[in-house]
């Protein structure tokens, strides 16, 4: 029925959803990279250190997490469309109370409840592609949903460099708070009801219970959930890291910060394009070893440049080729974790989601902890984040034994 259901609409409708449900998804990105360059100005202003700036942004990635917990089991059970306006109305709220925060400790607290009201984008969007379509038509719907959100941290860092020349810090999450204003709109107005009455769950604790149990039963699906979060892990030991040391230790300017970000960022976007035009050839398995092995190896060459060179120019291709890899694992990574869990598709995306974003909160303050003088630390971290996907791919989802098709 999933299938047929995306087929009752027009191609322009169709266009419109995924339109809406990439700006959905690529609100949680937004509210993360739009203040990267701002990290600097935030120290100065509020008094505080690498560590406290790092805390800050891994509360966002927390309450993230723990969003997409609550909203996944929600949207199976009252639908999609009611859940994802609470929650990006909480962001809006959220975005507000950050914008006037008085000192860190409310500001952090505010960024997990601002990572709370984003995770209704993320889940509820994977969710309805799944609601929506199957096979083939799911990995073009999820892929073509992660090159819109890919945009997100392309764009995000390069529009936080150029507004932090002319606003504060605070004038960011203004900003946030009104792109979220207009998600509440787009919902409102674009996003169709994708879970019919029929098929929305019933009963409590025990009904939730059981599906958390039937999606966790699935091998594949939690091969695909830990791998997912080795690799988030290792982009955010690049994303959480970046900022201060392209700045602070290399000395280039928030612009030209938002610059290389930016650059880096098309390799997500690359990534996307690559992975989801071999997944229908190759397999999403197979193209998921090419990813990985990319990530390793991009790492490792991090790490010799660094070792090597006292310039930030060589680390570019680096950290470029990293992303790139990187981009090639969500879409392939959700197909194989959603592909036997249509009934469950809501509490299935929100247990990759929270796992996800748990290990990317966890990955920055460690990285924190130690003196942030080369790129030694962020290679470092992104080599065994990385490893780490590539162990739980062979050992758990073993793509040698799997048979996939996208038929």
């Known amino acids: 029925m999933s299938a047929q259901l995306g087929d009752r609409f027009s191609r322009r409708r169709r266009i419109a959803i995924i339109v809406a449900l990439g ?28 560590a406290q700036v790092q805390v800050t942004l891994s509360a966002t990635t927390l309450g993230f997490a723990l969003g997409q917990l609550l909203v996944g089991p929600l949207s199976d059970r009252l639908g999609r469309k009611l859940p994802l306006m609470a929650m990006s109305s909480l962001h809006v709220t959220a975005s507000v109370l950050v914008a006037i925060s008085p000192g860190v400790e409310f500001l952090t607290a505010m960024r997990a409840l601002q990572g709370l ?8 969007a994977m969710a309805m592609a799944r609601d929506l379509f199957e096979g083939r038509r799911l990995v073009v719907m999820l892929s073509r949903l992660a090159l819109i959100s890919g945009l997100a941290p392309i764009v995000a860092p390069l529009v936080g460099s150029w507004m932090v020349t002319f606003v504060s810090w605070r004038g960011v999450f203004w900003a946030l708070a009104l792109y979220g204003l207009s998600i509440v709109a787009l919902v409102w107005l674009l996003i169709v009801e994708t879970r019919p009455v029929a098929e929305r769950t019933t009963g409590g604790w025990k009904q939730l219970g059981s599906a958390y149990r039937r999606v966790l039963n699935d091998r594949i699906f939690v091969g695909a959930w830990l791998t997912g979060a080795a690799a988030f892990a290792g982009l955010f030991s690049y994303v959480t890291t970046s900022s201060v040391l392209l700045q602070e230790v290399f000395g280039l300017s928030p612009r030209g910060f938002g610059a290389v970000f930016a650059v880096c960022s098309v390799g997500v976007f690359v990534g996307v394009q690559t992975g989801s035009r071999l997944s229908p050839r190759i397999g999403p398995h197979r193209v998921l070893i090419l990813a990985t092995s990319g990530m390793v190896l991009a790492s490792a060459a991090l790490l010799a440049v660094n070792a090597i060179s006292d310039s930030w120019i060589p680390l570019v291709p680096c950290m470029f080729f990293f992303t790139m890899s990187f981009g090639a694992c969500p879409p392939n990574l959700q197909v194989l974790g959603l592909q036997h869990h249509r009934q469950d598709s809501g509490v299935a995306a929100s247990l990759m989601g929270a796992l996800n974003m748990s290990a990317a909160a966890t990955v920055g303050p460690l990285i924190g902890l130690a003196p942030l003088t080369s790129a030694a630390p962020m290679g470092v971290a992104m080599l065994i984040c990385g490893a780490l996907a590539a162990v739980f791919l062979w050992t758990i989802i073993r793509p040698r034994s799997l048979q996939v098709s996208l038929d």
């Open 117 to 124: 009201g984003a995770a209704g984008g993320a889940v509820v």
């Open 23 to 50: 700006l959905l998804t690529a609100l949680g990105p937004f509210t993360i990279d739009l203040y990267l360059p701002s990290f600097p100005a935030l120290k100065q202003d509020l008094l505080i250190n690498d």
